[in-house]
């Protein structure tokens, strides 16, 4: 193309800019018509100058706002070539950035223009002026959407403008699917000739997003006998095409779209409504007076906006609809926990309490309903909403004489975040039930899990054969674990009770086996809540791989020993087992609760929890770098009839100093107290030595570990005669 002189000679300039420096106190891009930069801009990305390109387009954005910009590009010569020049810039690291920022703001101008209320009006007038005209407004009104509904509504409600009713209704449905959020929204409010009306569109549409609305107008007494024919042939032909009984009642529906758009959360795409221009969801509104009313909500909160909003029309048609009620609370709690810092919802009323005010006051029942849901989604954050809401008002009985009901908190235990499983074993635990119920056995392990330093890692394998045994051990201990293994779980069992705790299992048996032994974990209180690693040939992945996907705690890897090849499997494993990170002052505050929990297990719950299951990790916290941790341990193992037990307090009684010693000297008293002396004669020596060479506070609380010891009162009378 033969370029102006003008254009050329402002190149020139702007060579120059870009060679020698600056000029003037005010460069030659800045003085240049926004047009000849945008010119410029084309030019030098078609002849390879990424430097002069991204100087002009940085020029240009800043001298023109998006409506200018728009207008410059429509009625340039690069017009017809303009997506092509754009998607050759963004193939150039130096002009990538500014094509993209060019790209976006045309497209935030096309949006503007199209959804100006001032130009809807004037393409709804144009329907109706003749075949061209029309055409181009209902390409227009199409790149309008859902923001053209209250105006091509109004027309239809307007009776003076009954000469472009049939070119409004067949305008909507060429608009299609944008049409069906506010239409069916105004649905039930409209006067019989507009609800037949609309009731075409939505028919021609066949979108079922408006099946609730259309049932809701045939269950009104109230409606016209024409209208509701044509209601009922629309709601016939989408309820069949959704293979939705034709009987479903209005309220059952809400709840069920409702569901659909909870389902929808992580592809907002797939909801009507969502405007991904700029990341937010709109909610109509209709009133008789004012029409149909949009109202924008931030996108990361729009599925559970419109959750709410269905569950909750489902409730005021049948109010006794349970599931509706745990709808509303699981996509209320979700809501507030996906709304960005700063942001505002306008859709939830400043009269309205949180999302913990009417989950408490809904029960335990639909509490645990929210906590199934969160379960199945793998949604961390709404299982803990939901356990503290269980903590806070939900008795024994609720927790665990109810049933079923106490499925989903059990399931929790299991669950892979340890937030979340330390969270459910802490209200089953403080539940203080007085008989054993099922999977009551996994609570002691996961409160153990918490005392456990953070570095210490421990894996099992079960293999099918020594040689692979012996390479899978060494693979995981070069990735950082403490790893034992065996052929099978009876192989393992003993070194499983020894251990403070376990992070990993990897198996590489057959997919059968390794069924069966996923399930076998499931009553094994050490493993219960343990990710299970399965090694599959590449002809056995597919099959294990979708049994997998069912089972939250089993993942799929190839069957190679290598470490190197084994790390991201492993990686991925424990950190999906771990959850979030965990800070270290929560982590100290989790382990001193679990701390405290057992040791009151240990005085008063011994028939449900058997608080023995965490002397391996109580052991190994008596060296903790932690005192606090330290002291705590001790007094929970005071309360365990075991000399392991009764020992390592010993042990660590002795090593210790200061205020650390009182204290680990005391529960060894207490220990000795409860159960009588189970020490070696080689630390009954050193308790002995130390009760003779101490002194002040130290030889007190030495002289109270002899005594309870039951140890030679010739240790007393020397003592006297000193």
Known sequence: MQRPFALMLGASILSLNLIGGQITSVSAQDQQDPKALWADFNHYVLIAHPDLAEAAGETLLKSVDNAQLLKIVENSDYADGFDLTIIRASKVAKTRDIARKIEQRI???????????????????????????????VARLTSAGQ?????????????????????????????????????????????????????????????????????????????????????????VRLADEADISPSTDA???????????????????????????????????????????????????????????????????????????????SANFRRENKLPVGADDPSYPTSMKGAEYYAMLAGPDRVQDVLASALADRDSAL??????????????DALVN????????????????????????????????????????????????AIRQG??????????????????????????????????????????????????????????????LYNDTLNNYKLGAVPVLIQAAAGNQVQISEW?????????????????????AVEAAGAAYEGGEITEEEATDNALDALAILYDLALGSKEVYNTADAQPALIEALGDPRVELVEEAARVLALLNSAAA?????????????????????????????????????????????????????????????????????????????
Request: net charge negative; aromatic share 6%; hydrophobic share 45%.
């Open 455 to 516: 570095d210490v890692r421990s894996a099992v394998v079960i293999a099918k054969n020594q040689d692979t045994l012996n390479e899978l051990v060494a693979a995981l201990e070069e990735l950082g674990y403490d790893a034992f293994g065996g052929f099978s779980l009876a192989d393992v069992q003993a070194e499983l009770n020894a251990a403070a705790g376990v992070d990993l299992m990897l198996t590489n048996v057959s997919p059968a086996d390794a069924v069966s």
């Open 107 to 137: 497209q935030a101008a096309k949006i503007e223009v199209s959804r100006d209320n001032d130009r809807i009006a004037k393409d709804i007038q144009m329907l109706g002026e003749g075949q061209r005209p029309n055409r181009n407004a």
């Open 251 to 329: 309220a059952t529906l809400y709840l069920m779209l409702g569901q659909e758009c909870y389902d929808s959360a992580d592809d907002n795409s797939a909801i009507a409504g969502y405007d991904a221009s700029n990341n937010t969801g709109v909610l109509w509104k209709y009133t008789d007076k004012l029409g149909l009313l949009p109202m924008n909500v931030p996108g990361e909160i729009y599925a559970d906006v419109l959750a709410m909003r269905n569950a909750k029309r489902s409730l005021e048609l049948n109010e006794n609809l349970d599931a509706a009620l745990s709808l509303y609370l």
């Open 548 to 568: 997998a996907a069912n089972n939250a705690r089993a993942y799929v890897t190839s069957d190679s020993t290598a470490a190197d090849d084994l790390r991201a």
């Open 646 to 722: 009764q020992q390592a307090i010993a042990d660590a009684a002795l090593s210790a100093t200061s205020e650390e010693q009182l204290s680990l000297l005391s529960s060894l008293s207490v220990s000795a107290t409860y159960h009588g002396n189970k020490l070696k004669p080689a630390q009954v020596e050193k308790v002995m030595r130390l009760v003779a060479e101490s002194d002040g506070d130290l030889a007190v609380a030495a002289a109270r570990a002899h005594g309870a010891l039951s140890l030679p009162t010739a240790d007393a009378v020397s003592q006297i005669l000193k």
């Open 383 to 396: 299982a803990l909403d939901a356990i503290q809401i269980l903590a806070d008002t939900a008795g024994t």
């Open 147 to 235: 923001f053209a509904a209250p105006q091509l509504l109004e027309t239809l409600r307007d009776d003076s403008q009954a000469n472009l009713h049939a070119y409004v209704i067949d305008a909507m449905k060429a608009i299609g699917k944008p049409m069906v959020a506010p239409l069916a929204t105004a649905m039930p409010s409209l006067e019989p000739v507009q609800q037949i009306q609309v009731a075409q569109v939505l028919h021609f549409i066949g979108y079922p997003q408006s099946l609730p609305q259309l049932k809701e107008v045939l269950e009104s007494a109230d409606t016209d006998p024409k209208a509701r024919e044509v209601v009922q042939l629309a709601f």
């Open 402 to 449: 109810r049933g079923s009901a106490i499925q989903p908190l059990l399931d929790a235990v299991s669950f892979p975040d340890r937030r979340v499983r330390f969270a459910a074993a802490t209200t089953l635990a403080n539940a203080r039930p007085d008989f054993a119920f099922p999977g009551s056995f996994r609570i002691v392990p996961v409160l153990a899990e």
